[in-house]
């Protein structure tokens, strides 16, 4: 197939229609206008293709659960404040196991914030976002090709699953342009008898999240954590960049990791071994291959466009082995790849330093 | 012998849960009569709300998905929109319609959703134990109102079906209630009429039926359709408030020479 150059929001809604996206609603919000508005395009071209701008982020979530139990393949994108409002949903379509994608463009935050590009939305989307019990996988794209490929993966995932999927991106990735090969993709295999749609001559069908008996209810969430437990055997992701012979290891993902390799490159050239170890699957997280790099690697700084959520992972995972500094940039502030640079090397030059700024 | 009187194929057969007197198990039964006469069980789909009907599916013998409250119009667009031969209704009490639910319950009607929406008014929050709702009545009691409904505090009952009849998207809206064996029959032929609309393609209808909650309004089942008569039908008077093909019928008549 053909490379195309497209702004990455685009990305997004393109490789939705070919994963075979036939529902969509959502609500305009900055930095992610493009995928409504190229999704109301192209759902019109589509046979059974139907678009909804709806009232609301919480309306678009609820319509995407209507749309998913109906049987339809649905997705709801939205930035940050918008995503806050989605959570009832989400813990919906959570309990009642039902697939949809939900692409977050995060943008600068608390409250209003900004619309500039941030990650002050990890703890949100990997500890489950709303309330109750539960998991939603989040994959943090750091590409032009990761928007397509995760894009398509995660309507699968949905399925595979039966849970909401989201896509944790940032202003950044949406609004950039990159070329990009949309890969073909995988038949929809998702079960007729999953699918609400009249019960026909035969039994009626429910979709609750309402179980009243504490024991059932109880064991409903041992369900859902036995098959989060699953997800996360098979589920994770992540890449490595120089990190062979790397003395220092950044672990950063999306746009933080794209800068993050940008710095690595001008330590390098200083003859400063650095590397990268980019968590794809945010949740879940790469825990153990985080923990066996740490056998072998002393020193890890975490990056993060926010003031240190995903460290908490990181300490999670490594568990003391190596010392751990953390580098932010909240609020809507992207860093160039040499201000990280210049962080990492002082660290590097002396490192007791890192022992002071471990966090 | 003749069986002159049955359960409704429609319905499963458990027993309501609903407090003896409740306007819930009414409008069920009158619902699950109406799908079994238009012989669509097999193609009908129901949403339920968060509040007393929450365990609606336990009743209904037919597809149902429960709605986070106020969100039914929502997902009944979801549902509609992904299976358009289906027929979708929702079920809604007045705190969920008309206060946490009205953004999602006004967009859909003025979308002009071909779905149908049951909205019970009871003046109450039923389930969480007889708050105020948008549509309790001035001086009326409940337990965040304990002296009487105030409107400068409190704000005025909000006439739903009036409102909605303002939204051209809204094909037939009218206010029944079941507290008596005629407004009962009326209050079936408005849920079928509107299900009939619906299979017809024409549009959005809303039934608001004017609910008995003598558990929360602290009267017998009997003082409760007498209240309903002498005060809440005084605050929403019953009545076909809007009816777009009749009204057209109606024109189209006028308009015929007359010979
Ligand atoms: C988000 C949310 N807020 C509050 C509740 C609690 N709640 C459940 S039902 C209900 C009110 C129900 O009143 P109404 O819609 O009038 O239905 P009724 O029980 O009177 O039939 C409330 C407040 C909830 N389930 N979800
Ligand atoms: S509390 Fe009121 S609305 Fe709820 S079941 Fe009892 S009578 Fe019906
Ligand atoms: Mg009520």
Redesign the interface.
């Known amino acids: 197939m053909n490379k195309v150059l497209m702004q990455g929001n685009k990305i997004i809604a393109e490789a939705a229609i070919r994963a075979g996206c036939?529902?969509y609603?959502g609500y305009p919000i900055t930095p992610q206008n493009e995928i409504p508005e190229y999704m109301s395009e192209r759902l019109r071209q589509v046979k059974g293709g139907?678009f909804?701008q709806?009232?609301?982020e919480?309306?678009?979530i609820?319509?995407?659960?209507?749309?998913?139990?109906?049987?339809?393949r649905?997705m709801t994108s939205s930035s940050s404040p918008g995503i806050s409002l989605k959570q009832?949903?989400i813990s919906?379509l959570a309990a009642?196991e039902l697939p949809a994608v939900i692409v977050n463009m995060m943008r600068g935050g608390p409250g209003l914030g900004n619309i500039c590009p941030a990650q002050g939305d990890y703890f949100q989307a990997t500890r489950g976002g709303g309330h109750g019990d539960y998991r939603v996988i989040v994959l943090g794209p750091d590409s032009a090709q990761e928007l397509a490929d995760l894009t398509m993966d995660a309507f699968e995932l949905a399925d595979r699953y039966r849970t909401p999927v989201m896509i944790l991106a940032d202003g950044m990735m949406g609004q950039m342009m990159e070329p990009v090969v949309f890969k073909k993709p995988k038949p929809r295999d998702y079960p007729e008898s999953f699918i609400?749609?009249?019960?026909?001559?035969g039994k009626?069908?429910?979709?609750?999240?309402?179980i009243l008996d504490p024991l059932e209810m109880e064991e409903h969430n041992w369900r859902l954590h036995r098959k989060y437990e699953l997800i996360a055997q098979k589920e994770t992701r992540h890449e490595l960049y120089k990190a062979d012979d790397a003395e220092i290891i950044i672990v950063a993902y999306g746009t933080g990791a794209r800068i993050a390799e940008g710095a690595i490159k001008r330590l390098r050239e200083a003859g400063l071994r650095a590397g990268l170890f980019r968590p794809i699957s945010l949740w879940p997280f790469p825990t153990n291959e985080l923990r066996d790099l740490a056998k072998k690697v002393e020193n890890f700084l975490v990056f993060e466009m926010s003031t240190g959520q995903m460290v908490e992972d990181v300490r999670l995972a490594i568990q003391g082995r190596a010392r751990i500094g953390f580098h932010g940039r909240p609020g809507g502030v992207v860093p160039t790849p040499i201000e990280l640079a210049n962080v990492i090397g002082r660290l590097y030059d002396r490192k007791e330093g890192i022992i002071d700024r471990i966090v | 012998m003749k069986k002159v009187f049955g359960r409704p194929q429609s319905m499963k057969g458990n027993i309501f849960h609903y407090c003896a007197g409740c306007g819930h198990s009414i409008a069920h039964r009158l619902i699950a009569e109406v799908i079994d006469e238009l012989d669509i069980?097999?193609?009908?789909?129901g949403?339920p709300p968060?509040g007393c009907a929450?365990?609606a599916?336990n009743y209904?013998?037919?597809?149902?998905?429960?709605?986070?409250h106020g969100?039914g119009p929502?997902?009944?667009?979801?549902?509609?929109?992904?299976?358009p031969d289906?027929?979708v209704f929702s079920y809604q009490g007045d705190g969920d319609l008309a206060a946490i639910g009205i953004?999602?319950s006004?967009?859909a009607a003025n979308?002009g959703e071909n779905i149908t929406v049951i909205f019970m008014n009871n003046a109450v929050y039923g389930m969480t134990g007889g708050q105020m709702a948008p549509t309790s009545i001035l001086g009326q009691k409940t337990t965040t109102s304990s002296a009487g409904r105030e409107n400068v505090l409190d704000g005025y009952p909000i006439q739903v079906s009036e409102i909605f009849s303002l939204l051209p998207g809204t094909a037939y809206i009218e206010r029944c209630t079941v507290n008596s064996p005629a407004n009962i029959l009326k209050t079936k032929k408005a849920i079928r009429k509107s299900f009939q609309y619906q299979i017809d393609g024409i549009g959005f209808s809303l039934i608001e039926i004017l609910s008995p909650c003598p558990t929360n309004w602290k009267m017998t089942p009997i003082d409760s359709c007498r209240w309903i008569d002498e005060v809440m039908s005084k605050q929403f008077p019953l009545g076909v408030i809007k009816d777009v093909p009749a009204e057209a019928a109606k024109e189209r008549k006028e308009r015929e020479p007359k010979s």
């Open positions: 036939l529902f609603a139907v909804v709806s009232e609301s919480i309306a678009a609820h319509m995407v659960i209507g749309a998913s139990a109906a049987g339809a649905s009832e949903g919906s009642c609400m749609k009249g019960a026909g001559a009626s069908k429910i979709i609750r999240g309402l | 069980r097999g193609i009908t789909i949403v968060a929450v365990l599916y209904f013998d037919i597809d149902m998905i429960e709605a986070q969100r929502a997902t009944a667009t979801g549902i509609k929109r992904a299976l289906r027929i953004a999602e006004f967009h979308r």
